[in-house]
C-alpha cells in the first residue's frame, strides 16, 4: 500500500497549485504521453477495488437519453472494469452545493449499466479526515463486477480546500490532505481511474487521491477526447470567446501563441476588454460602462485596467501575425434597449442586432477565406445573459452561424458547458462536428493552463 507524507503531499500540491509555472515546457501531448491508458490496468485480477473518479455532475431526466451525457460518456470504462470482475467505486461532485445527492446518479448509471449500484452515503469522518469503516465494509462486501456510487465529494470540506489555496497555505493543508489520501489508500484501493473529462477544478478527488495510488489511468471517453477532437481544436482558424470570466485572455493569449488562429469573435466582458483595447490602438475611445467601474471590483463582469492593458497586447500582437479580431459594435443594456456608445451607469447584457449583422458578415468573410475547406473553428461561451428572454438574441442568432460554417465546410468544435446549453437550446447536434461535455477542461488544455487532473495523473504514473 502506498502512503505519502506530509512533506511529500506539500509538494504535491505546490505543483498542483502552480499549474504552468511549475512546469512552463510541458504541452498537452506531454501530459497525455504520460498518463496510462485504461487498457494498462488489464491484468488488475477479479475483485479488486478500483477507485473511479466520475463524471457524475449531471442531472438525469425521466429517461436515459435526458441530461445523462456525462454518465453516458462512462459506460465503455465501468464495462470495462465489469468484464474484468474489478469492484468499482464512482466517486465525484454534483453541483457546488455540499446538500446536493448523487442518489439520481446512482439509479441511472445502474440503468445505462443493466444492474444494481447503490449510493453509499455517509463515507468520510469530517474530524479526522479519513474514511469510515462502516463504508470500506460496505466497499469489501461488493461483489466482483459490481459499481457502487460514494455520495457527493463536495460535501465534505476536505474536497474543496485547495480551490483557492496558495502556495504559502499548503503547509498547513498538507496534514489533512495526507490523511485523507492515506486512509482512501489504507481502507479502499490504490488503483485509480480517472473518467471525469469535465472535471477541471483542483478537487482533491481529482488531484490529490493520486499521490496515494500505485497504478493510475485515463478512462476511455477523456482519453478519446484529448487524444481526438481536442487534438483539431489545438489547430484552430477560428476562435470564439465569449462570457463573463475576463481571464479567458490568458486562453486567448496561449492559443494566438499557437500560430495558428486567423480570426477571433469576442463577446461578454472579455470583448469588452478587447474593444476598448483596439480603440486605444486606433485612438478611438470606448467606454465599457459599469465594467470599468471600480465600484464593481467585486462583481465577476468588472474588467481591471490590467486586463486592458493585457487585451492591448494581445491585439497588438494579432495584428502583426494578421489575425482579424470581430468585437461587437453595440451592446444591449439593463433595460433591454441596444446602444452604441455606453455610458459610465450601463451595464452590456447581451450583442445588439448591429454586432449581429456585424458577426454575420465576418463568419461569410471567413467562409470566403477558407471556401478551399479543413479550416477549424472553435466556439466556447455566450454572448449574453441567454437565461432572460431580454438578453438572448446574440446567442441564438449565433447558434445557426456554427451550421452556417459547417455546412461550407468548416469543422466546428463546441467546447461544452454554455455554448453546450445554447446548442442544445437553439440548434440541433449535428449543426456542429463535435461538441464536449465541458467547457472549462477544453479552455484549460488548448489555452493557459494544464488541466490539473493530468497533472496529478503524470505524476502518480512518475512515481
Not at 431526466?61 to 474489478?86: C, F, H, N, P, Q
Not at 500505485?214 to 462570457?243: H, I
Not at 460602462?289 to 471590483?297: L, T, W
Not at 465546410?409 to 449543426?431: I, N, R, S, T
Request: glycine share 10%; hydrophobic share 45%; charged share 25%.
Amino acid at each position: 500500500m502506498s502512503t505519502v507524507s506530509v512533506a511529500q503531499m506539500k509538494s504535491w500540491c505546490e505543483k498542483i497549485v502552480k499549474g504552468r509555472e511549475a512546469a512552463p515546457d510541458l504541452t498537452l501531448g506531454d501530459y497525455l504521453s504520460a498518463v496510462p491508458s485504461l487498457d494498462s490496468l488489464s491484468d488488475v485480477p477479479a475483485g479488486t477495488v478500483v477507485l473511479v473518479r466520475g463524471d457524475v455532475d449531471a442531472k438525469p431526466g425521466a429517461s436515459v437519453g435526458e441530461g445523462d451525457i456525462r454518465l453516458r460518456s462512462m459506460v465503455e470504462t465501468l464495462k470495462y472494469g465489469i468484464a474484468k470482475g474489478w469492484k468499482q467505486v464512482v466517486f465525484g461532485h454534483i453541483g457546488r452545493e455540499p446538500e446536493k445527492s448523487l442518489d439520481k446518479v446512482a439509479k441511472r448509471l445502474g440503468e445505462l449499466l443493466g444492474q444494481e449500484v447503490p449510493l453509499i452515503k455517509d463515507w468520510v469522518d469530517t474530524d479526522a479526515n479519513e474514511i469510515k469503516l462502516a463504508a470500506a465494509e460496505a466497499v469489501k462486501a461488493a461483489e466482483p463486477g459490481s459499481v457502487v456510487v460514494l455520495e457527493n465529494t463536495r460535501a465534505y470540506d476536505i474536497e474543496r480546500v485547495l480551490w483557492k489555496a496558495k502556495v504559502e497555505e499548503l503547509e498547513a493543508l498538507a496534514p489533512k490532505l495526507a490523511a485523507f489520501a492515506n486512509s482512501i489508500a489504507e481502507h479502499l484501493t490504490n488503483v485509480y481511474v480517472n473518467e471525469a473529462f469535465s472535471a477541471g477544478s483542483l478537487d482533491v478527488s481529482s488531484v490529490v487521491v493520486p499521490a496515494v495510488m500505485d497504478r493510475v489511468a485515463l478512462g476511455k471517453y477523456a482519453a478519446g477526447e484529448f487524444n481526438g477532437p481536442m487534438q483539431k481544436c489545438l489547430k484552430t482558424d477560428l476562435a470564439v470567446f465569449s462570457g463573463i470570466k475576463i481571464d479567458k485572455l490568458d486562453d486567448m493569449e496561449a492559443m494566438i501563441a499557437r500560430g495558428t488562429i486567423k480570426q477571433i469573435f469576442a463577446s461578454g466582458s472579455l470583448a469588452m476588454a478587447i474593444r476598448k483595447a483596439i480603440g486605444m490602438l486606433d485612438n478611438e475611445p470606448v467606454c465599457l460602462g459599469a465594467a470599468e467601474d471600480p465600484a464593481n471590483s467585486g462583481a465577476p463582469w468588472y474588467i481591471p485596467p490590467a486586463r486592458v492593458e493585457q487585451a492591448k497586447a494581445i491585439v497588438a500582437d494579432g495584428r502583426e501575425k494578421g489575425i482579424t479580431f470581430t468585437v461587437p459594435v453595440d451592446s444591449v443594456i439593463e433595460d433591454g434597449s441596444a446602444k452604441d456608445t455606453l455610458t459610465p451607469s450601463d451595464q452590456q447584457l447581451d450583442i445588439g442586432p448591429k454586432s449581429i449583422e456585424h458577426f454575420h458578415n465576418g463568419v461569410g468573410d471567413f467562409i470566403e477565406k477558407n471556401a478551399s475547406g479543413g479550416a477549424v473553428a472553435f466556439h466556447n461561451g455566450v454572448f449574453g445573459m441567454f437565461e432572460d428572454p431580454k438578453f438572448e438574441a446574440g446567442t441564438k442568432a449565433w447558434i445557426p452561424e456554427l451550421k452556417r460554417m459547417k455546412d461550407a465546410g468548416v469543422e466546428v468544435y463546441v467546447g461544452g458547458g454554455e455554448g453546450g446549453k445554447a446548442l442544445d437550446k437553439y440548434g440541433e447536434p449535428d449543426w456542429v462536428t463535435h461538441c464536449f461535455t465541458a467547457g472549462g477542461t477544453v479552455l484549460n488544455a488548448l489555452g493557459s493552463e494544464p488541466v490539473p487532473y493530468l497533472v496529478a495523473l503524470k505524476m502518480a504514473a512518475e512515481k
